[in-house]
């Protein structure tokens, strides 16, 4: 079944919307850490303090609008949700008191737990716009759309990553707050037909709660990692903010090209097997990051390990889509998003505590070891057929 030209429409407004945001996205992402640990000289702990309250309040308001998106409407809950990113950027760039920064990274999510094209910044949103992609197309289309959507949103992150590069830290906030608001933009047109499920009963349960272990474990090993991947090369190899931004856009750009190699994996490999050779491949990078001290080797780890976490991903939101009735997605998806994003809080904790003592290698090394179980309970969990789709798999 194609798409037609009516939802292919809501479809672009969908990515206008999602490609300013994720320009400001990539500003925020580069900016913050530099805001904390040069501009005002906050430690690496406060850094990861910060995270971990951002992304506690991100899986929070995830989770409420999950449900109110299929309970109230989806339209109206992406329109009440977006509106908070450039209100924290606006607040980031009016006054750095360190409780208004508390508040405006929890408000804007600035938890940088994800990828730039997986929502990794204003992430609450996520799981709203997912469910709409799965709603306005079929089965057999939609990892192609989330891979198109993917790229386009990581392409525009790691855009916005350059743009931050001529602009101060302040300055880059005020960019974001605008930026992002014009976004807002794409969502007045929306015309969606809502799915209102019931609050009391989730029919597609034991897949949504494979789907949050494996999440659970997902995000713990993103929160040892990913929000720490630019403080590292602050901390170790004191790279300047306009060298970094430059090394963030090449990254960001081959994580957004990884995301169209999407369709094909599913094709050739299932799911299941997409995730273990691309996460197991990125977790060996990662655990040789710390261990050697030569800078070209770990810029060619930076560049590819986001690249290959995220590369299986349209897959990975295609399978959790199929799994569950369309009236339950928003739930589903935010109940992921909660499970990945809450153990991702105590990842970012322990990290930020590491770095603190200069136990700068033991994160990455832990990374690993999780990342290694997680893989071993996709195959428990959805591995028991060659199956080379998730739609194979649950008939």
Same mark, same amino acid.
């Given at each position: 079944m194609k798409v037609s030209k009516t939802r292919k429409r809501q479809i672009f407004l969908l990515t206008f919307f999602r490609s300013f945001r994720s320009i400001a996205a990539g500003m925020v992402t580069l900016a913050f850490p530099y805001l904390i640990l040069k501009n005002l000289h906050f430690s690496s702990l406060t850094l990861g303090f910060i995270y971990t309250a951002a992304t506690l309040a991100t899986a929070g308001l995830g989770l409420l609008c999950g449900f109110l998106a299929d309970v109230w409407g989806r339209k109206k809950t992406l329109i009440f949700i977006s509106v908070l990113l450039p209100l924290g950027c606006g607040m980031a760039y009016f006054s750095h008191h360190l409780l208004w920064i508390y508040a405006a990274a929890m408000l804007g999510g600035?938890?940088?737990? &994800?990828?730039?094209?997986?929502? &990794?910044?204003?992430?609450?949103?996520?799981?709203?716009?997912?469910?709409?992609?799965?709603?306005? =197309?079929?089965p057999e289309e939609r990892t192609f759309y989330f891979s198109v959507f993917t790229f386009i949103s990581g392409a525009l992150a790691a855009l916005g990553i350059l743009l931050a590069k001529f602009l101060t830290a302040k300055e880059d906030f005020l960019a974001a707050t605008i930026i992002s608001l014009i976004g807002l933009f794409g969502l007045i047109p929306l015309r969606l037909k809502d799915h209102i499920g019931s609050v009391k009963k989730l029919q597609g349960k034991k897949s949504i709660g494979q789907f949050a272990i494996t999440g659970l474990l997902n995000g713990f090993s993103q929160g040892l990692v990913t929000p720490f991947l630019v403080p590292f090369f602050v901390i170790v190899y004191h790279v300047p903010r306009p060298q970094m931004a430059v090394y963030g856009f090449v990254s960001g750009i081959l994580g957004a090209m990884a995301m169209l190699t999407a369709p094909y994996l599913?094709?050739?490999?299932?799911?299941?097997?997409?995730?273990?050779? =691309?996460?197991?491949?990125?977790?060996?990078?990662?655990?040789?990051?710390?261990?050697?001290?030569?800078?070209?080797?770990?810029?060619?780890?930076?560049?590819? =390990?986001p690249a290959l976490r995220v590369a299986a991903l349209p897959a990975q939101q295609t399978a959790m889509t199929e799994f569950v009735p369309g009236e339950e997605r928003g739930r589903a998806l935010a109940l992921n998003q909660v499970a990945r994003l809450g153990s991702s809080s105590a990842g970012t904790v322990f990290t930020g505590a590491m770095f603190n003592l200069d136990e700068i290698g033991l994160p990455f090394y832990l990374y690993g070891a999780v990342m290694a179980v997680n893989i071993g309970l996709y195959f428990f969990f959805f591995g028991k057929s060659r199956a080379k789709t998730a739609k194979d798999v649950a008939s």
């Open positions: 600035f938890s940088a737990t &994800g990828a730039l094209a997986g929502g &990794g910044v204003g992430g609450a949103a996520q799981p709203i716009q997912s469910a709409l992609i799965a709603d306005l =197309t079929s599913e094709r050739k490999l299932g799911f299941v097997h997409s995730i273990a050779v =691309t996460r197991g491949l990125g977790a060996f990078l990662l655990i040789l990051l710390p261990a050697q001290r030569s800078f070209v080797l770990a810029l060619a780890i930076y560049f590819l =390990t």
